[in-house]
């Protein structure tokens, strides 16, 4: 385990109208993280460091929900040896939109873009 991505568990409505509201505030980043159909993990004004780890296309952690004491929790595991300095990563696993987000992580196996 390296660390569980903290935030406000909030449903599908309420996601919504923060994501506009967001916009509209200039937040360009999104930190909502989706735990299942209607559950979604805000870590825009409240969260920890999880929030900043980058997605790639070939990562070195992987993330995973699970339920502890019946509430659904995201955390993020290594799949692997993570050296000194070395950045951690995960795959964001978006799910596929028309409107691309272009993906920066430069590695050979990179799909292009995140969703
Ligand atoms: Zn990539």
């Not at 568990?9 to 509201?21: C, H, T």
């Not at 299942?36 to 296309?57: P, Q, V, Y």
């Not at 509430?71 to 939109?97: C, L, R």
């Amino acid at each position: 385990m390296v660390i569980e991505y903290v935030g406000q568990n909030i449903r599908q409505v309420v996601a919504d109208m923060r994501e506009k509201r967001y916009a509209q505030e200039g937040i360009g980043s999104s930190y909502l993280f989706r735990v299942d159909h209607d559950t979604i993990i805000d870590a825009t004004k409240c969260g920890n460091l999880a929030r900043f780890i980058n997605h790639c296309c070939t990562p070195n952690c992987y993330a995973k929900v699970i339920t502890i004491e019946a509430q659904k929790k995201i955390v993020i595991y290594s799949k692997q040896a993570i050296g000194v300095n070395e950045e951690i990563t995960y795959d964001y696993k978006f799910p596929i939109e028309d409107t691309k987000i272009p993906c920066l992580c430069r590695t050979e196996s990179c799909r292009g873009t995140l969703n």
